[in-house]
């Protein structure tokens, strides 16, 4: 695809993953309302039950897969992540039968790869940093002539993406605002075009870790700014956007917010706690973002969130005090 996806590419990409992958749940929490605002009602689209990756990513990836050519699949397939959608590539790809590579940090989750290796795939490692990602999947490329599938800066990824606001506005119509995370932008992206499509009065807002936000200060500056240093525990979201996911959020996002890992780690003990299943660092920024901006919102609205994915090292979870930033 070498166009913003359209909504009748969104339709067709839900089509064609629809009888792969199953419909995840909503669940609307009275208690997470209560904590953004006095009956404010808060609808989760529990992307982090998605079984066998735990995650969104698995959209983008089988609309990608599924779009391949006999003979682009007979080549094998490649690609660059730091977790989640290594995990999806590497399972769609054997489901498939086809040969999947994927180019990982040194540095990333142990769980992600152990899973990544569990589902077939071949991990190559490389230095931590988007260069020297780029770099090795160059040279990998140029060795295999495997085809190589960005993990967001893809239209076919963004149009499988966006097939989760569309069964999130599905369930609950007339949503005042949806909340996602962001990182490269590919799941922002389609959750903007969806809305975009299917509900424009629904505003969209971002939440980013406030030690890689690059997305926010891409916006701010009217280019995309790189990160040139990277703090942050929610690993799934420090990649810089592209320029494929730039434009679309450049012009329909409502506004982005960065929250600090402390405020993320305290949503994800929230999350835990009221809705009783396991939420990643990454998932939880959106209702972090949300909860950061509480005073802007009023009674009576309903308020979509995408809880991204819900992989966590056990060994590193961040709230083991009893920290809160909620009253």
Known sequence: ??????????????????????R???????????????????????????????????????????????EERKRGVLTQSSGN???????????????????????ANPIKKRNVLEFGGKIVEC??????????????????????IHPFNDY??????????KELLENVPHLDVIVAPVGGGGLLSGTLLATHY???????????????????????????????????IADGLITTLGDK?????QEYVDHIVRVEDSEIAAAMRELWERLRVTVEASGAVSFAALVKERSSYTT?????VILSGGNVDLDRIPFLKNISIFP
């Open 198 to 232: 299917f509900s424009p009065k629904t505003k969209v807002i971002a939440g980013e870790p406030a030690g890689a936000d690059d997305a926010y200060r891409s916006l701010q500056a009217g280019s995309i700014q790189p990160n040139t240093t990277v703090k942050t």
């Open 85 to 107: 959608h290594a995990q999806a590539f590497a399972l769609v790809a054997k489901r498939m039968g086809i040969q999947a590579t994927i180019v990982m940090p040194k540095n």
């Open 24 to 70: 995840t749940p909503v669940f609307s929490n009275e208690a997470l309302g209560r904590l953004v605002s006095s009956s404010v009602s808060v609808h989760c689209k529990m992307e982090c039950l998605m079984p066998d990756v735990g995650s969104f990513k698995i959209r983008g990836v089988m609309n990608a897969l599924l779009s391949l050519t006999p």
């Open 1 to 22: 695809m070498d166009h913003i996806p359209t909504k009748q590419d969104i339709i067709d990409a839900h089509e064609r993953i629809s009888g792969y992958i199953p």
């Open 245 to 249: 996911t730039f434009p679309i959020i």
């Open 127 to 148: 230095e931590p940093g988007d260069a020297s990602r780029e770099q090795m999947v160059r040279d990998v490329q140029s060795a295999t002539g495997a085809v190589d």
């Open 300 to 304: 009576f609205m309903d308020i979509g």
């Open 156 to 165: 076919r990824i963004i149009a499988g993406h966006a097939t989760a606001a």
